[in-house]
C-alpha cells in the first residue's frame, strides 16, 4: 500500500506561470517531508524540504506547503521556466521511528512550455 | 569535493548471468541505499545498510543481494539477472537513516 502518493503523473504549464505538484501521505508518524528533482540520464537532486512543525517553507522560486491535518502537501514553483521540466519525487521520513529510510512518491513529470 | 560514483553507467547482460553493480561514496555516510527507478512506479527501495556489515531489505529484494564490508561501497549483485530486472538503477547515501539522500547518477541495465 501506498504510503506516500503523487496522483499526477504529468503536469504541463506556460513558462512564466505558476507550477503545483501535489503529493498525499497515509502514515501520520511522517514528520519530515523532502522534494527531488530528476533530469534524465541523471540521479535525483534534493531540491527542498519541510519539517511537521511548519507549514511553509521557501527558497527562491520554490516553496513548499505542509496541511498536517489533511495529510497533504505541495510544491509551488513561481515562475516556471524551461529548465524546471523534470520528473518531480516527493518522499517522507517519519524521523523518530528508529532507522526508516524515506518513502517516495512514484513522481511528477513536469513540462515548462517556452 | 565528495560526491557519489556507480559503474558501469551502463550495463548489458543475458538472462541467468550474475552481474554487480559498484557505488562508491566519499562522503564518509554510514547509510546507503539501492533504488530501481521503473516507468509508472518511481523509486523503489532495494536494499539498504546502516553501516558496515548491515544490510537490510527494501520493497523489492527478490533476486538481489548487498553486501558492507566498508564505509564507502555498498555492491549490489544480481545473482541470476531476469528480463524483469531491466531497469534504471540509482545507489544513494545519506547522514541519518531517515534524512535527505544523496543520489548517484545511476546505471542502465538492460537484461536480454
Known amino acids: 500500500d501506498q504510503q506516500v502518493k503523487q496522483n499526477s503523473p504529468s503536469l504541463s504549464v506556460q513558462e512564466g506561470r505558476i507550477s503545483i505538484l501535489n503529493c498525499d501521505y497515509t502514515n501520520s508518524m511522517f514528520d519530515y517531508f523532502l522534494w527531488y528533482k530528476k533530469y534524465p540520464a541523471e540521479g535525483p537532486t534534493f531540491l527542498i524540504s519541510i519539517s511537521s512543525i511548519k507549514d511553509k517553507n521557501e527558497d527562491g522560486r520554490f516553496t513548499v506547503f505542509l496541511n498536517k491535518s489533511a495529510k497533504h502537501l505541495s510544491l509551488h514553483i513561481v515562475p516556471s521556466q524551461p529548465g524546471d521540466s523534470a520528473v518531480y519525487f516527493c518522499a517522507a521520513s517519519a524521523r523518530f521511528a528508529w532507522n526508516t529510510p524515506l518513502v517516495f512518491g512514484k513522481g511528477t513529470r513536469l513540462s515548462v512550455i517556452a | 569535493d565528495a560526491e557519489i560514483t556507480q559503474s558501469p553507467r551502463h550495463k548489458i547482460t543475458e538472462t541467468g548471468r550474475q552481474v554487480t553493480l559498484a557505488c562508491h561514496q566519499t562522503?564518509?555516510?554510514?547509510?546507503m541505499f539501492w533504488y530501481r527507478q521503473d516507468l509508472g512506479h518511481g523509486l523503489r527501495l532495494i536494499h539498504y545498510?546502516?553501516?558496515?556489515?548491515?544490510?537490510n531489505k527494501g520493497e523489492v529484494s527478490d533476486g538481489y543481494s548487498v553486501s558492507r564490508s566498508n564505509t564507502e561501497d555498498l555492491p549490489l549483485t544480481l545473482e541470476s539477472a531476469a528480463s524483469s530486472q531491466t531497469s534504471v538503477y540509482f545507489c544513494?547515501?545519506?547522514?541519518?537513516?531517515?534524512?535527505?539522500?544523496?543520489f548517484g547518477p545511476g546505471t542502465r541495465l538492460t537484461v536480454t
Open positions: 544513494a547515501s545519506s547522514v541519518s537513516p531517515e534524512g535527505e539522500q544523496y
Open positions: 562522503w564518509n555516510h554510514n547509510n
Open positions: 545498510s546502516y553501516g558496515v556489515q548491515d544490510t
